[in-house]
Nanobody, 125 residues
Framework: QVHLVESGGGTAQAGGSLRLSCKVSGYVNVMNCMGWFRQVPGKEREGVTFLDRAGTTQYADSVKGRFTISKDIAKNTLYLQMNSLKPEDTAMYYC???????????????????WGQGTQVTVSS
């Protein structure tokens, strides 16, 4: 059994920062390729950033230079540091993991077997 639990969401003003956390429990070897997705009502879930086993990252163009993905293996936790937040960052954010060491393209939201329940991020203008 694998559980991913996100935390750290909330409300921030435009230009502000938030840090999301995703705690992994159970079969922690799933912490190979991990990523963050986001979704707004009526739209498809979109890949925000991925981090593979080797430390290679991918970022959506909309968040490059503002968001940073990282992980702490000792704490079995994935992070998403979000700076310079914009109202268009408002969404439900989900973490995801898969056992393969490599990550798919950001456009592929079908390649992850394990998902968290999501944490809401709201950015006010």
């Amino acid at each position: 059994q694998v559980h991913l639990v996100e935390s750290g969401g909330g409300t921030a003003q435009a230009g502000g920062s938030l840090r999301l956390s995703c705690k992994v429990s159970g079969y922690v070897n799933v912490m190979n390729c991990m990523g963050w997705f986001r979704q707004v009502p009526g739209k498809e879930r979109e890949g925000v950033t991925f981090l593979d086993r080797a430390g290679t990252t991918q970022y959506a163009d909309s968040v490059k230079g503002r968001f940073t993905i990282s992980k702490d293996i000792a704490k079995n936790t994935l992070y998403l540091q979000m700076n310079s937040l914009k109202p268009e960052d408002t969404a439900m954010y989900y973490c995801a993991a898969r056992t393969r060491w490599d990550c798919p393209p950001l456009s592929d939201n079908t390649a992850f077997a394990f998902w968290g329940q999501g944490t809401q991020v709201t950015v006010s203008s």
